[in-house]
């Protein structure tokens, strides 16, 4: 047995936590995953829909070339893949990029006829796609459509020199939907059509190895009044559970409001925040995402950091923009006292405005970036876990009202 294969069989009884592939790919412990993105033990013996993690991000961008540019020079992403005119993909370019555990794909429309450059007319840039990893496909698409969710494809095996994928995808809000991948049985750089591929980008001297290790959780956006109709998809379909809830004086401002609810798989190794927006003076931000997305999608990623602080201060020397948190933030003596203390003095989060929460398990940092296309739509959060298992929801008031400041400014409050 190798010491590769060791670390994997960490003797954690009942959590379904052993290491998947890309994590350990990543050089990820399970000490390391349990802080980073707040795992827990659970049964997995009574678990329906059996998830191993996350497999990709896939997103439709407008030019797949440049976002990959950009997720490489910004974001510290390492490009490990590629699909596309060169080897025979006629229809669209693909990029495959990772950073510790996680997978993106980019997809951008080659031939103007692509159903793809069509999601972009529509969409803009966001993400189509949210891939799951698990271990028998087939199960859990007859648990999918014995709970009545929509298969828009079937299992099916692909195969290449490298191997077979077993693979299938079910709908989810709007046109989003969750491809599960059961690559156990293959061993290329992404799936059969892929061809292993290194970017000629070098990254600066300094540069971290990487920004950020790991996914923590996606949100989606739906419209009012069906937010609980996908919290019983996921609970009813594929057996997830519900960690939290924001409504009310939780969740809003003098001059917006939004309503939502958390729902992970038994370990909260995937977690879904799922937003509706509420009546209020204005207009909030998920009437904002719904109007330019044109309907329910994907707004946010969390990725998990260990240090935060280097992460912003590499993101910021590569441009990424985030959004300001005032300095009446940090001298609130409420905050100060709830929060105790962290491993960052508060001045350190301030000159960055990275933001500060404590729940009854821990605490956690987290920052939130600008939108990152041309519509106000998806963007990201870098979070650092240290115990807590929470959102963030002693920050949600200075974040909304973060947000609504970049709202006034696009007219769009």
Known sequence: MTSTDARTAADVPSTGGALTTDELKADLTLDQLRQLVGLVEYDEEGDVFPVTGWDAIVFVVGNATQAAHYYQAAWGMELVAYSGP???????KSFVLRSGSIRFVLNGAVDPDSPLADHHRRHGDGVVDIALEVPDVDRCIAQARR?????VREPEDVTDEHGTVRIASIATYGETVHTLVDRSRYSGPYLPGYVAKRSTYEKREG??????QALDHVVGNVELGHMDEWVDFYNRVMGFVNMAEFIGDDIATDYSA???????????RVKFPLNEPAVAKKRSQIDEYLEFYR????????????DIIASVDALRANGVEFLSTPDSYYEDPELRARIGEVRVPIEELQKRGILVDRDEDGYLLQIFTRPLGDRPTVFFELIERHGSLGFGKGNFKALFEAIEREQELRGNL
């Not at 540069?207 to 950020?212: A, D, E, M, S, V």
């Not at 939004?258 to 909260?268: C, D, E, P, R, T």
């Open 147 to 151: 709970a009545g969710a929509r298969v």
């Open 207 to 212: 540069q971290p190895r990487r920004i950020f």
């Open 295 to 306: 309907g329910p999608g994907a707004q946010h990623l969390a990725v998990a950091t260990g």
């Open 258 to 268: 939004l309503m939502s609810k958390v729902v992970a798989n038994g370990n909260h």
């Open 86 to 92: 060169e080897n025979g993909n006629r229809d669209h």
